[in-house]
Every structure is written in structure tokens, then in C-alpha cells.
């Protein structure tokens, strides 16, 4: 039903990585429950999570991951609609640890289930054990009935890299080449595997993420493509803000960029938050030694490119900031076909992440696999 | 998606039980790990439950479902067809703690979803807690987003009753007159539920099941629906079997009974083993306090009535007694059209049940839902 693909790459089977603005089936999502991570029992962020779903699910259908303990709790917190399936996990960032979904030109599925060691393992993870994040890929295919490749030797989260789903990928090199994911191998190795697995032929390396000490500078904080051509990237022009090196640079590598098929790249620039949003409320979180601790006044890492693109609607973090406005209102511009949906969602800021970062997007099959 | 219905019943919806006999989608199960339950940490039980999974296999799909404990190890001890999600239970006996799937005539699917008490609750239950265990009929309908009725104020397991679809149930007043169950209810109240809620119009009440002291009386040990008008009921004429009297009652019973059509029911007997199957290496069971204590030389309840009829195929337990092939025979000559096999399963019967006990079927449906 569910298999391992040993021996073969998804490049030699004939599947590739669909973009996000692909057809979708569902979106994976993961109810979060860490005390040592969320504030305040993480009562707090399971409401944020519940908005987050429910405003996928105008769009999309959703399912969301809860543990034993919590299953009867995440399912009264979310509408029937929205399916809730018992599963472990140690955090709930389904983008990172869900699998990468491939097609082929027949409309096959199957996925990518990558190493996962909690952003850069023993190194510089965020907590110790990630077994059952591990995990997770693997049981999301099973119960799909997806053959997946797994890549036990290769560590690689989903909000490390986006596709155009025409043979571009875009990364960075602070997160790849990070010495806590695959130290032994070259930046020349690394890019041959993102080629071979989601069957591109180009790799478009961006400098530095956002968030050097969360998940090492994913990319999906920083740009992505919004359709086949085009990327949209943070920007501002006041050398005050935090992330001004950062959004500079990207955009001007994205503007000289060209794609695997030549095109020159369009840029959209999306505005960051107008004020830094910082940590508040950290001595409600649990101290236990596993997680990494948060402290009151760090800076989140609050990027309006955190977005989810699912079917005919993106939706988009908001912060409660004066420029949550404009940066819904650059959204809709590049978005003209698709209803664009803010989420107030400083809530999981505070718990290292958004809105991309807690979703899985599954591909819609162009046929009907068996299950 | 999956939905509680809440005010009207299975009737009044005009939703039926399809009988064990008609098309089936996929068989439920539920991987043993309980080590106060089953001998040397259950292992040896799991080595069965997969034979009998896989033998089912050959006819219909199969779902196990895992804790996330056992998760790994279940799933390396399956082959790849047969699908495991990880769940949690209380034990692994899922006719009674799965949901009872019920049809339309468009072909649509709901489910029941009865109260669990692990077979008598405080009064005489088998183990303490059940909670996991009675939350699992509801997360199996919505893992395949089935509308269910819950009826947490009726206490009912799957192997307490067997149905003909055509408006006859089958069941024992020693199971569900308990005083363990519903207490506060009379014999007629009790038929109106089942009635109501099975869509039947006819309870055939048997007297007595054999294993007054686990299931007070499962009728699944005893008798069951082959075909509309027939029955299958153990039998012996040797006056020293253990089960000697309860088996010439239901058949004295059975050949007088007629169904809900008017049906006279052709029985159709079926041997008991020759020597009692009796308890054996009770000293490598746990002794924890939550479950009732296992003792060597106990009569366990070794019944080849205790099959599953799937699609084309029936799964029969052997127990290397002399009259396995008896049991055997017998049941080829009931089901002329099907393949009988038979798996040795004396390790289920030391933990309490059997075939029929530790399955669940999911009717085909005539139409595809929307998941």
C-alpha cells in the first residue's frame, strides 16, 4: 500500500516536487502543545493554530496531527469540518517535519521523507529528542497509502526550500550548508541531492535567512516563487531594522537571478513589520532543559513572506503592526486571482515560526491512487 | 467531514448494518502490546495478530493500528501492504472498541459508536481504564470522515451481536442484560436500541454465551449469520465439554427460531475442539492491578465460531486440536463459495478472544464519500 522506494530517485522515476501554487488535495497541520516551547501551556498558540486552520480550510482541506494527550482537546477547539488524526510528535511545524510531496506527468504521488534532527541536531537544535518528528513524514505517507523515498542520511526541513515547480530551487546557504545538517557533505553534493529528489536543475543560492539561531535562515522567511518567474521578497529601506542586511541581498540576487529555463526572475517585494516584534511572556514557558530557552526582549522572527499559497487563497501572517495593512495589500497585488486572508499570528512567532512554517501542502492526484 | 449526529437515530436516517457477509472495504485491527494481558510481553500475540492480518490481506485491505510505542516495531513486523496508523488503546480487541459501520441504500456509510467499559465496566470489567479504548470507534470514523452516531450512555461491543441485514439480530441475554453494561434498562429497552440503532426489526435472544466471566457471553463464540436465512452455532454431543449445554441450547434454540422475514434458520453446526484448550504460561503475564489476573489451567475460550468472513475469503482459528480440520471442513461446507483458511491462534485465545474479536470490518461503499 505505503512503500519505501529503495534504490532508485525520484529524477529516475519520472517525479518531481509541485509548486505551492499546484493544486492542493490538503494542508498537514500539527496541533502544538510543548509547555517548554509555548507560552502559557500553549494554550495561546493552539487558538492561533485553530484560526490557521480554519482559514486554510475556506480553501483547502485540512487535516491537523494530535497526540493522544491532546486529541480530545485539539478536536472540540477546531469545527467538524476539519479533520483531527491521533499522531506524536515532538513539536508541531509540519512544514519541517511532514513529507515533500512529488508527482509525475500521470499524477502519481509520492513524497520525500528527509532526516529530521530539529534544525541542526545535537549542533544547534532547538530540542533534544525530534524521534518522533522523525517520524512523522513516514506515518503522513502511510496513511495516504504514498510510496516515499526516505533519506535517512540527508537532513532537510520543507521551509528550507522552495520550488517553482519548472526545475528551480530556491535555498540558502546558511541553512544548507549549516554544520548541524549534513557537514560531511559539499555545497556541490547538496545541491546534486535537492536536484536528484525534487527533480530540478537549478538551485538558486540566497546568503543568509532571517533567523540564524531558530532554524539556521530558512528560506520561506525570506522569498518565494508566487508562480512560474516570480518570487516575492521581503524588503525595507530603513537601515534600522534588523533585518535590513538580509532583505537587501536577497532582493538584489533574486533581481539578477534567472530560473532553470532562463527567465529572468520578477520581484515582488513584500514590506517586513514595521516595528521589531519582540519576546514577551517567556516566564510562561516551561523550563525543562530540553528545549532551547526563550527570554523576554529576543527578537521573533516576524516575516510577512511567511505565508501559505493553498488552492484560491494565501494566507498571510499579521502582527498587529501598522504595516500588517500594506503588507496584505502587497499580497493582494501579486495575488490578483486568489482571495488573500490575514491571521493575527504573533502568537506562534513567539514559539519560533508561522503560518508556511506550520502547514504541509499535498498535492491534488490527477488520478485516483489505490488506498 | 466526520460529524456527530446528533437527535435522530439509524432508522429514522434509514441506515442499516450490512451483515458481516456483504462487501467490505478494509478490516480494522488493533496491534497487541499490553504485557498484563498477553504472555511474554506480548510478542508472541503480535507474531499471530500479523498472520492473521496478512491472511485477511489476501481478501481485503488492512488498517493496524499502532500506539506510538509499538508504532516501529508493528510496522517492521507487517508487510508493506497492510497499513499501519498509530493509535492508542487501552488493548487490542477492535470489534468491540471499533465503530459499527452502517449503510444506506445510496450506499453511503455512518457508523454507531457505542459506549465502551471493557465488558462491565466497575462491576465486572475486564481491565481499568478503557479511556483510550472508547475514544477509538471515533477516531476511526474520523480518519475516514464517517458520520457517527455516539451513544455514551449505551454500553454495546461489536462482538455482542451479529446481524443478517435484513433486519434480524442476533445476541445473548447473559452479554447484554449484564449488570455490568446497562443496568438501568430493561430486556425491551435494550431490543428498542438495538433496533433503532442496527435497523433491525427482530432480536433473536440466545440464552448463554461460554465465557460467562470475559464477555459475559459474546454471541461471536457461539453463533453467527452465513447467509440470510442461515446460521452457523457450535455444537457437540459430548456431555463432558466444557460448553456442552450452552452449545445444545443455542442450536435447540436456533432450529426453532425464525428471522424478521419469517425465515425458518437452517443451522448449520460446527464442532468444538476435542480437548479443552486450558491456560498455559500465565507467569509471564505482568500482574499490574488493572487487569483481571491470568492463571494456569483456566478453561479459555477456544471456539472455531469465532471466524471472520471477508469479501471471498473466511480466516478460521486453529488451536493443533484434533478436530481443527473438523472445524475446517465444516465451515468449507458452509461457505462452498469462498476460501476458508485457517491460522493457529491458541496465543489469542490465552489473552481472552479470538478472530472475530480482534476485527472490524468497513463496508465497500456504493458511492465514494467526500473524505
Redesign the interface.
Given at each position: 500500500?505505503?512503500?519505501?522506494i529503495k534504490n532508485t530517485t525520484p529524477r529516475q522515476d519520472g517525479f518531481y516536487m509541485p509548486a505551492e501554487y499546484a493544486p492542493q488535495e490538503k494542508i498537514w497541520m500539527i496541533w502544538p502543545e510543548r509547555p517548554d516551547n509555548w507560552r502559557q501551556g500553549a494554550k495561546p498558540a493552539q487558538a492561533v493554530y485553530a484560526e490557521v486552520a480554519k482559514a486554510i480550510s475556506v480553501f483547502t482541506?485540512v487535516t491537523m496531527l494530535a497526540s493522544?494527550r491532546q486529541?480530545?482537546n485539539c478536536?472540540c477547539h477546531l469545527p467538524?469540518?476539519?479533520?483531527?488524526?491521533?499522531?506524536?510528535s515532538n513539536d508541531a511545524w509540519c512544514r519541517d517535519m511532514g513529507p515533500t510531496f512529488l508527482m509525475n506527468n500521470q499524477g502519481e504521488r509520492r513524497a520525500c521523507d528527509w532526516k529530521f534532527n530539529a534544525w541542526g541536531g545535537l549542533t544547534d537544535g532547538l530540542y533534544f529528542s525530534w524521534d518522533?518528528d522523525d517520524?512523522i513524514a513516514g506515518?503522513i505517507c502511510?496513511?495516504e497509502?504514498i510510496d516515499r523515498y526516505r533519506l535517512g542520511n540527508f537532513v532537510l526541513e520543507g521551509g528550507a526550500f522552495h520550488v517553482d515547480g519548472e526545475g528551480t530551487v530556491l535555498t540558502t546557504k546558511m541553512c544548507l550548508l549549516s554544520s548541524g545538517r549534513n557537514p560531511g557533505l559539499s555545497k556541490k553534493q547538496i545541491e546534486e541531492k535537492l536536484c536528484e529528489y525534487l527533480n530540478c536543475e537549478k538551485v538558486l543560492w540566497l546568503k543568509d535567512g532571517i533567523d540564524p539561531d531558530e532554524t539556521n535562515g530558512h528560506v520561506d522567511d525570506v522569498a518565494c516563487f508566487v508562480r512560474p518567474g516570480e518570487v516575492a521578497c521581503i524588503y525595507t529601506d530603513d537601515s534600522s531594522h534588523p533585518f535590513y542586511r538580509e532583505a537587501q541581498e536577497a532582493c538584489r540576487f533574486l533581481e539578477e537571478a534567472t530560473d532553470a529555463r532562463g527567465r529572468k526572475l520578477k520581484v515582488h517585494k513584500v514590506c517586513l513589520t514595521k516595528k521589531p516584534v519582540l519576546m514577551e511572556g517567556a516566564e510562561t514557558i516551561d523550563v525543562t532543559g530540553e528545549a532551547v530557552e526563550r527570554k523576554n526582549g529576543e527578537l521573533c522572527i516576524a516575516s510577512y513572506l511567511n505565508f501559505l499559497i493553498t488552492n484560491d487563497g494565501v494566507i498571510v501572517p499579521q502582527y498587529d503592526d501598522e504595516n500588517d495593512p500594506l503588507a496584505l495589500h502587497q499580497i493582494r497585488e501579486i495575488f490578483p486571482e486568489k482571495k488573500v486572508v490575514g491571521v493575527r499570528t504573533r502568537e506562534i512567532v513567539y514559539g519560533g515560526g508561522n503560518i508556511h512554517c506550520i502547514t504541509q501542502q499535498q498535492p491534488l492526484p490527477l488520478k485516483q491512487e489505490n488506498?
Amino acid at each position: 500500500m505505503a512503500k519505501i522506494i529503495k534504490n532508485t530517485t525520484p529524477r529516475q522515476d519520472g517525479f518531481y516536487m509541485p509548486a505551492e501554487y499546484a493544486p492542493q488535495e490538503k494542508i498537514w497541520m500539527i496541533w502544538p502543545e510543548r509547555p517548554d516551547n509555548w507560552r502559557q501551556g500553549a494554550k495561546p498558540a493552539q487558538a492561533v493554530y485553530a484560526e490557521v486552520a480554519k482559514a486554510i480550510s475556506v480553501f483547502t482541506p485540512v487535516t491537523m496531527l494530535a497526540s493522544a494527550r491532546q486529541y480530545q482537546n485539539c478536536r472540540c477547539h477546531l469545527p467538524e469540518h476539519i479533520r483531527v488524526v491521533e499522531m506524536s510528535s515532538n513539536d508541531a511545524w509540519c512544514r519541517d517535519m511532514g513529507p515533500t510531496f512529488l508527482m509525475n506527468n500521470q499524477g502519481e504521488r509520492r513524497a520525500c521523507d528527509w532526516k529530521f534532527n530539529a534544525w541542526g541536531g545535537l549542533t544547534d537544535g532547538l530540542y533534544f529528542s525530534w524521534d518522533a518528528d522523525d517520524l512523522i513524514a513516514g506515518k503522513i505517507c502511510e496513511l495516504e497509502g504514498i510510496d516515499r523515498y526516505r533519506l535517512g542520511n540527508f537532513v532537510l526541513e520543507g521551509g528550507a526550500f522552495h520550488v517553482d515547480g519548472e526545475g528551480t530551487v530556491l535555498t540558502t546557504k546558511m541553512c544548507l550548508l549549516s554544520s548541524g545538517r549534513n557537514p560531511g557533505l559539499s555545497k556541490k553534493q547538496i545541491e546534486e541531492k535537492l536536484c536528484e529528489y525534487l527533480n530540478c536543475e537549478k538551485v538558486l543560492w540566497l546568503k543568509d535567512g532571517i533567523d540564524p539561531d531558530e532554524t539556521n535562515g530558512h528560506v520561506d522567511d525570506v522569498a518565494c516563487f508566487v508562480r512560474p518567474g516570480e518570487v516575492a521578497c521581503i524588503y525595507t529601506d530603513d537601515s534600522s531594522h534588523p533585518f535590513y542586511r538580509e532583505a537587501q541581498e536577497a532582493c538584489r540576487f533574486l533581481e539578477e537571478a534567472t530560473d532553470a529555463r532562463g527567465r529572468k526572475l520578477k520581484v515582488h517585494k513584500v514590506c517586513l513589520t514595521k516595528k521589531p516584534v519582540l519576546m514577551e511572556g517567556a516566564e510562561t514557558i516551561d523550563v525543562t532543559g530540553e528545549a532551547v530557552e526563550r527570554k523576554n526582549g529576543e527578537l521573533c522572527i516576524a516575516s510577512y513572506l511567511n505565508f501559505l499559497i493553498t488552492n484560491d487563497g494565501v494566507i498571510v501572517p499579521q502582527y498587529d503592526d501598522e504595516n500588517d495593512p500594506l503588507a496584505l495589500h502587497q499580497i493582494r497585488e501579486i495575488f490578483p486571482e486568489k482571495k488573500v486572508v490575514g491571521v493575527r499570528t504573533r502568537e506562534i512567532v513567539y514559539g519560533g515560526g508561522n503560518i508556511h512554517c506550520i502547514t504541509q501542502q499535498q498535492p491534488l492526484p490527477l488520478k485516483q491512487e489505490n488506498k
